[in-house]
């Protein structure tokens, strides 16, 4: 996973592509960030790919909600930033499952965990993220799974 965005972002820059140089740079730092965090923790090789996932999809719901914000204020032309960086962001995570799917992950995670009820959402949660981080637009899931149990 590093070694892909290290890759994007030599390409980047030999095409002279400074949004998307900038975009990757901001990738770059985050992982730097929680390398260094990790290191404490006796990780020197800093994080796993599941944690850069995780982190990507973090960036990704923060720049959504800065497009909201931007639009709300009348700033297009920061919300379409914004959503550019998305859009190379996304290029590094695993392909996003639709409604569909999302909907068979939850039935078959309520089914494995016998979930009778929303007391028990937390299991069938837990049990969604560890099988399809980085998959799946956990809210979806989230709301799909109270449909289901109720």
């Known amino acids: 996973m590093r070694s892909k965005i290290k890759e994007a972002l030599t390409t980047a820059m030999k095409a002279k592509d400074t949004a998307r140089v900038s975009t990757l740079r ?21 994080i796993a790919d599941e944690d850069i996932i995780g982190m990507l999809g973090t960036m990704i719901r923060q ?14 032309e920061l919300a379409l930033k914004e959503e550019a960086e998305i859009s190379v962001i996304e290029e590094f995570l695993p ?12 039935k078959g995670a309520i089914a494995e965990t016998g979930a009778e009820g929303i007391k028990d959402m937390g299991r069938v949660m837990g049990e969604i993220k560890s099988r ?19």
């Open 63 to 76: 720049r959504r909600d800065s497009v909201k914000m931007f639009r709300e204020g009348n700033r297009e």
């Open 26 to 46: 901001l990738i770059m730092a985050a992982l730097k960030d929680r390398d260094i965090a990790v290191r404490t923790e006796g990780k020197p090789d800093g």
């Open 95 to 106: 392909r996003q499952m639709d409604d569909g799917e999302i909907e068979v992950a939850c």
């Open 132 to 150: 399809h981080a980085g998959q799946m637009d956990f809210g979806k899931a989230s709301a799909k799974i109270k449909e289901l149990l109720v």
